[in-house]
């Protein structure tokens, strides 16, 4: 089974700042994906970005980009120029490939942001 | 762009009455989920279904719980005989073929509340 750990529960940042969110996991298979979503407070689910495992170089999605490192289980979102839509709770979610059709994702407990004016 | 839709938005039952949560998900799509998160918990996973059948389930999904695909385009999940644990925010998700099948995309979720 994984888990995930998402050791900052809140984070603020002035708008235009960039911030940091942190993720690690853990799973002893080899192939996965990497997910961030973030939900903001209409509840609805939204993809922000995605890592393949097997991908040295980081993902960049406009504003957002990761910090991957495979060795240390870790994968981070860096936000820069916070805008104030950006403000939602984010979910780090691991999906691990295993023999079969089954995708689950494991999300997980989030990290609020608040992006201040 | 294509979306998953889902209805209804909010749903308010008594305990130990059935309901259905109602699903689009996107057309071209194979792969289809339940998710749920109850209030200021973590999104858990229910159930995936592919190709007509049950992919893989959690500890969650007992025999309350059921999914059908009663058509081309409905993805649906039933509670037989609902608990106030059950609620919770649901969300449907669905992904396509080959790489695409790792990306899900998510519907805006349907609040369940029982009374």
Redesign the interface.
């Known amino acids: 089974a994984q888990t995930v750990t998402q050791s900052q529960p809140e984070m603020s940042v002035q708008e235009a700042e960039t911030v940091t969110l942190s993720c690690t996991y853990d799973t002893s298979e080899n192939n996965y994906?990497l997910?961030w979503?973030k939900q903001p407070p209409?509840?609805?689910?939204?993809?922000v970005i995605?890592q393949e495992a097997y991908k040295q170089q980081n993902a960049t999605e406009n504003r957002f980009s990761v910090n991957f490192q495979k060795a240390a289980k870790s994968f981070s979102l860096k936000i820069s120029d916070s805008q104030l839509g950006d403000t939602a709770m984010y979910?780090c979610?691991p999906?691990v490939?295993s023999s079969?059709?089954?995708?689950?994702?494991?999300?997980?407990?989030?990290t609020q942001l608040t992006v201040l004016p | 762009e294509p979306e998953v839709t889902q209805t209804p938005s909010h749903q308010v039952t008594q305990m130990g009455q059935e309901v259905i949560l109602r699903c689009v998900p996107i057309s071209n799509h194979l792969?289809f989920?339940w998710?749920r998160?109850i209030l200021g918990q973590?999104?858990?996973?229910l159930v995936?279904f592919?190709?007509n059948e049950i992919?893989?389930k959690?500890e969650i999904f007992d025999d309350q719980f059921s999914v059908e695909r009663p058509d081309g385009s409905n993805f649906t999940l039933k509670i037989r005989s609902t608990k106030l644990e059950d609620s919770a925010?649901y969300?449907c998700?669905s992904?396509g073929r080959e790489l695409a099948?790792?990306?899900?995309?998510?519907?805006?979720?349907t609040?369940l509340s029982v009374l």
């Open positions: 994906y997910f979503y209409s509840r609805q689910m939204i993809l995605r979910f979610a999906l490939i079969g059709s089954a995708r689950q994702l494991t999300f997980g407990s989030g | 792969y989920y998710y998160q973590k999104v858990e996973f995936s592919y190709n992919s893989e959690s925010m969300f998700a992904s099948k790792n990306i899900q995309y998510f519907g805006a979720g609040r």
